[in-house]
C-alpha cells in the first residue's frame, strides 16, 4: 500500500511528526510541501496525488457535481488511503501524525479519519465540505477546520455540522472563519501554526 498513490516523500529526522498533505481538485502532491516545510521544521512529508481525474484535474473520488458525491468511489477511495497512509506511518514510526488537506483534499483527510479514528493525532481541514451525516465514531484527533463565511462551494451550515459532528463525538476542535470565501486566507496559516504548536 506504501505506493497506491503516485506520491512526494521527504524523510523527517527521528521521532519528528509525520505529515500527511492532501491537494484540492486540480492541485498535485507539491500543492502543499512548501507550506509544511514551514510548519515544523525537520518534519516527515507525504503527499499523495488523487487518482481521480475531473476533466483533466486531479481528485481523491468521483463526484456527480458540486457536493454531489459517488459515495461507492468515496468508500473505496477511503479504504484505499487509509491503507496508504498506515503504511507510511508504520514505515516512518513518527513522533505524531498530521493530516493537513484543501477542499476535495480536506474531504479524503476527513472520511478517513471517520473510518481509521486512530490513524491522525491531528488535522486540519481547509475548507472541507461533507455533505452527509457520519455514523458515530471514536475520534481523538485534534481538529482544526477553517473555512471561509462567503465561501461559495463549502457552505458555512456544512461547515458548522462538520464542526458539531466532531465534537460530539468527544474530539477536540476548533473553527477559523476568514470573510472571503474559498480561498486560503493568512488568518487560516496562522491558526494552522497555532494548532501545531500545542
Not at 516523500?9 to 507539491?30: C, K, N, Q, S, V
Not at 476533466?55 to 457536493?67: I, L, N, P, W
Amino acid at each position: 500500500m506504501i505506493d497506491a498513490y503516485p506520491h512526494h516523500a521527504e524523510p523527517g529526522e527521528p521521532g519528528a511528526p509525520l505529515m500527511i498533505l492532501f491537494h484540492g481538485t486540480g492541485g498535485d502532491e507539491r500543492q502543499f510541501v512548501q507550506l509544511a516545510r514551514g510548519l515544523i521544521p525537520g518534519t516527515g512529508l507525504v503527499a499523495p496525488r488523487g487518482d481521480v481525474s475531473e476533466r483533466g484535474a486531479a481528485r481523491f473520488f468521483r463526484r456527480a457535481g458540486e457536493g454531489v458525491y459517488d459515495m461507492a468511489d468515496l468508500a473505496r477511495a477511503t479504504e484505499k488511503m487509509a491503507g496508504f497512509v498506515a503504511a507510511h506511518v508504520a514505515r516512518a514510526k513518527p513522533g505524531r501524525v498530521i493530516g493537513l488537506g484543501y477542499s476535495n483534499g480536506a474531504n479524503i483527510l476527513a472520511s478517513v479519519i471517520f473510518a481509521r479514528p486512530d490513524l491522525f493525532d491531528a488535522a486540519v481541514l481547509m475548507h472541507p465540505l461533507i455533505p452527509w451525516t457520519p455514523a458515530p465514531a471514536p475520534v481523538r484527533t485534534r481538529v482544526l477546520i477553517t473555512a471561509g463565511a462567503r465561501d461559495p462551494i463549502c457552505p458555512p451550515a456544512a461547515t458548522r455540522a462538520l464542526q458539531d459532528w466532531v465534537r460530539a463525538q468527544g474530539a477536540s476542535v476548533e473553527t477559523e472563519w476568514h470573510e472571503g470565501g474559498h480561498e486560503i486566507a493568512r488568518s487560516e496559516l496562522a491558526a494552522i501554526g497555532r494548532l501545531l504548536d500545542a
